[in-house]
């Protein structure tokens, strides 16, 4: 079974309008870390926002945030207020763990996002 | 503070040969992690160093292998190489919090 899935291949919004990213995972170690990307055609995978599995508040980072529904094992991503700069993949990460010194992510497929002006 | 510098950019190889990627930590980053992207996937966990030790490993044959330097910068080697090598190979470095990952622009390496 596929660990992180992202359902969603490409996703278009308007400029100035959220979006929601799709992301369910699958785990059974009740420790782990849930993480969003973003890669622009330049190839970087540039960090947006990180949840823990015990957090008990959804994360924010600016325009960012992410939907945490923990017994449905889905950590959405919302987008507000979109801007043009904001089309790009975008992947959903996991770390299971803590283990000792082990920082292994675990990505999905992606979604392609196409902000339309 | 300097973040993840990843070398070469861009890397045209032919089948069987072998190669060798860089990676620059980010100041104060002991782990470093590699990744494959294959086109159109996510990356794929190659394997982890901490402390120039190999302390993880993915699903990847033998002919992929590491090192991490006292400076804590790496390398990636890959021998006898296959059509499917052909990636982009990232590399991310840790400070050892949870949530600590810089992620370097990557490789692009094409095997013909």
């Known amino acids: 079974a596929q660990k992180i899935t992202q359902t969603q291949p490409g996703m278009f919004v308007q400029e100035k309008e959220a979006v929601t990213l799709d992301c369910t995972y699958d785990t059974s170690d009740p420790s782990y870390g849930l993480f969003w990307y973003k890669q622009p055609s330049s190839g970087e995978m540039i960090f947006l926002i990180y949840?823990?599995?015990?957090?008990?508040q959804n994360a924010t980072e600016g325009r960012y945030s992410l939907n945490f529904q923990k017994a449905r094992k889905s950590a959405n991503l919302v987008i507000s207020a979109s801007q043009l700069g904001d089309s790009a993949m975008y992947f959903c990460?996991?770390?299971?763990?803590?283990?000792?010194?082990?920082?292994?992510?675990?990505f999905g497929k992606g979604t392609k996002l196409s902000v339309i002006p | 503070e300097t973040g993840v510098t990843q070398s070469p950019t861009h890397l045209i190889k032919t089948r069987g040969q072998q190669v060798t990627l860089r990676c620059s930590s980010q100041s104060g980053h002991n782990t470093v992690s590699w990744y494959q992207q294959a086109l159109g996937q996510g990356p794929q966990f190659i394997f982890q160093y901490y402390r120039e030790e190999e302390n993880g490993r993915g699903n990847f044959p033998p002919r992929f292998s590491g090192l991490q330097f006292p400076n804590y910068s790496s390398e990636l080697n890959v021998n006898a190489l296959e059509l499917d090598d052909s990636a982009l190979y990232l590399c991310?470095?840790?400070?050892?919090?949870?949530?600590?990952?810089?992620f370097g622009s990557g490789t692009r390496l094409t095997v013909v």
């Open positions: 949840q823990g599995s015990y957090d008990q």
């Open positions: 990460a996991m770390r299971e763990g803590p283990r000792a010194g082990s920082y292994q992510l675990t």
């Open positions: 991310a470095s840790s400070s050892g919090t949870l949530y600590g990952y810089t």
